[in-house]
RNA sequence: GGCCCCGUCGUCUAGCCUGGUCUAGGACACAUGCUUUUCACGCAUGCAACACGGGUUCAAAUCCCGUCGGGGUCACCA
């Protein structure tokens, strides 16, 4: 039998990172082992149904490069893939345990069942629900009330459910700790615990790979899985995700947790798989980087770790860098068009010059375009004339005596060099240090500034030549005027 | 609070199952130096951890117990 998995994400916002390493680990699970990954939509409750979100969810998956072979828009044999869709199913689950008799109707009120909570939180004890089914002439009478009831599952006394958790290894609880668990509400909505474990049945997985959290609603689910007398999937309980140098669960206050925040700033996919997979997960002693094919041909369960992990924006960065420096440069160029077009900084229609020029900066700019929204704040200058200094830049390296006349020489220097192109330009500088007995440093350092605006970039023969001969020397101009004007009278 | 899960450098981790090779290894971050016109890259060096307390043993990060800490769950949410 084939290895299936399944994410199943309800659609109630954005897509977290914690959940798409989930999905990514069932994603390599599958992969690995050749089966089949399910995409599956838990929207049973409308109520918390966010529109756009499954079309998030899509886009995130596709960025990532996890295709699903069964869900929504590619179908399969046992859809469909949104719960909200599969009504029948919960229906004839639910009919089939009513007549085995492992659910009672409830007709209790949410009134009762607050004061039997309220109760249970003043004694210091955990709040069971445990109810008797109500008898033939109680039903009727309840019905003839028009009393609305929910579908419970009567928990049986006096067992222990184990869980062979492939993370965690074996988990125990006693069912005399376990309450009796509604399967369907009034209004005959199913729930979590019960349409999860009809759903998974039904579409054949074979492991349930998911959050930490759902660690205990499994012992429920079993119950629910031998009742029906499905056969029982493996269970792998994966570890959150903390925050930032935390222990706490990473949520939406610790800032960038969507997956988007990271789309949108130009990270790579490659990148972005790496990392979540060596969050919670190692191969061995050594390695960091993997790439896909050997992410799913090293991907195993018994590597992951049982415990939490924490987010960290840092090695998420280098390992983006160690990604970006793998690329050819005319990928970098398509991928950080768009990027200036946002900005503002391009236009629509890219020529073959414009498109030249930003193939330039981009190879100037080398191993320090980390990201490709990098292009909008290292590389700005190169598409505007507006110069925006730096003001520690030119603290440090413009507000020095002599600096406006050296800037006028080097001017005149720019101005006579023949061609304007980078080793040109750098045997003429190093002349004029020597010429003036100054040194390399204290003419190229503002140099730089005076025609970036910034005390840190490219090398500056690069820069020079990608602005400019006359851009080069408008932009001193523009430098000196600044310089003169700043001057205190 | 009951029940369940987890606890190695600041962070990701190797080692733990099958005690000795661990004066605990690698990586990120940080610091310093080299390279260099700046930054980035690269190279070198440094900093830094077995939560705590008992026990078992010739020997414990590794096995057992307890404590503390973190997390989950106890919904007619997922």
Redesign the pocket.
């Known amino acids: 039998m084939s290895v299936r998995t399944r994410f199943?994400?309800?659609p109630t916002g954005y897509l977290h990172i914690g959940g798409v390493r989930t999905a990514l680990f069932n994603w390599l699970l599958a992969r690995h082992y050749g089966g089949q990954f399910v995409l599956r939509i838990?929207d049973?409750?409308q109520e918390?149904h966010v529109e756009k979100a499954v079309g998030m969810i899509l886009d995130g998956f596709r960025w990532m490069g996890m295709d699903w072979d069964e869900g929504p828009e590619v179908g399969g044999s046992v859809g469909p893939y949104y719960?909200s869709q599969r009504g029948e199913k919960y229906k004839a689950a639910a009919d089939k345990l009513v007549a085995s008799g492992h659910v009672y109707r409830?007709?209790?009120?949410?009134v009762e069942?607050a004061a039997g909570?309220k109760a249970?939180d003043e004694a210091?004890?955990?709040?069971?629900?445990r109810g008797t089914p109500p008898t033939p002439d109680e039903m009727a009478r309840f019905d003839a009330e028009g009393r609305?009831?929910?579908l419970r599952f009567q928990v049986p006394l006096g067992r222990t459910v184990v869980i062979h958790d492939l993370i965690?290894?074996d988990?125990?609880?006693?069912t005399d700790?376990m309450?009796d668990?509604?399967i369907v509400?009034?209004?005959g909505?199913?729930?979590?615990?019960f349409?999860?474990v009809v759903d998974d049945a039904d579409m054949a997985i074979t492991h349930v790979v998911r959050a930490?959290?759902?660690?205990?609603?499994t012992f429920s689910q079993i119950l629910v899985f031998q009742a029906l007398e499905y056969e029982l999937p493996a269970f792998a309980h994966v570890?959150?995700v903390?925050a930032?140098?935390?222990?706490?669960?990473l949520s939406k206050r610790d800032g960038a947790v969507g997956l988007d925040t990271y789309m949108g700033q130009g990270y790579l996919p490659a990148a972005m798989m790496n990392y979540l997979a060596?969050?919670?997960?190692?191969f061995?002693?050594?390695q960091?980087i993997f790439t896909r094919s050997e992410l799913i041909e090293k991907f195993s369960l018994e590597?992951v770790?049982?415990?939490?992990?924490?987010h960290?924006p840092?090695?998420l960065?280098?390992i983006q860098?160690?990604w970006m420096?793998t690329l050819p440069l005319a990928e970098k160029v398509d991928a950080v068009i768009p990027f200036l077009r946002d900005a503002g900084l391009v236009g629509e229609e890219i020529h073959l010059n414009q498109k030249r020029k930003i193939a330039a900066v981009v190879s100037a700019l080398?191993?320090?375009l980390?990201t490709y929204s990098d292009i909008i704040t290292l590389g700005r200058y190169f598409f505007t004339e507006t110069l925006t200094h730096d003001p520690d830049a030119v603290k440090k390296r413009l507000k020095k005596p002599g600096v406006p006349d050296l800037l006028r020489k080097l001017d005149l220097l720019l101005a006579t060099v023949e061609p304007y192109e980078i080793a040109t330009l750098?045997t003429a500088m190093h002349q004029f240090a020597e010429t003036n007995a100054i040194k390399?440093?204290d003419v190229?350092?503002p140099l730089?500034v005076a025609t970036t605006g910034q005390?840190?970039?490219?090398?500056?023969?690069d820069c020079l030549e990608i602005l400019g001969r006359e851009s080069c020397r408008a932009r001193i101009a523009g430098t000196l005027a600044m310089l003169e004007e700043a001057r205190p009278a």
Not at 124 to 129: E, L, M, P
Not at 189 to 193: C, F, I, K, S
Not at 278 to 282: D, F, L, Q, V
Not at 455 to 461: A, E, Q, T
């Open positions: 199943a994400p309800s838990d049973t409750d918390r719960q409830d007709y209790s009120t949410d069942r909570k249970a210091r004890v955990a709040y069971r629900f609305p009831y929910a965690k290894g988990v125990e609880q006693k700790e309450g668990f509604v509400r009034a209004g909505q199913p729930l979590y615990n349409a999860s930490e959290e759902h660690l205990t609603n570890p959150y903390a930032p140098g935390s222990r706490k669960k060596r969050i919670g997960w190692s061995d002693a050594t960091e590597r770790n049982s415990s939490p992990a924490s960290d840092d090695k960065f280098w860098g160690e420096k080398g191993d320090r980390k750098e390399m440093g190229v350092n730089r005390g840190v970039g490219p090398g500056l023969y």
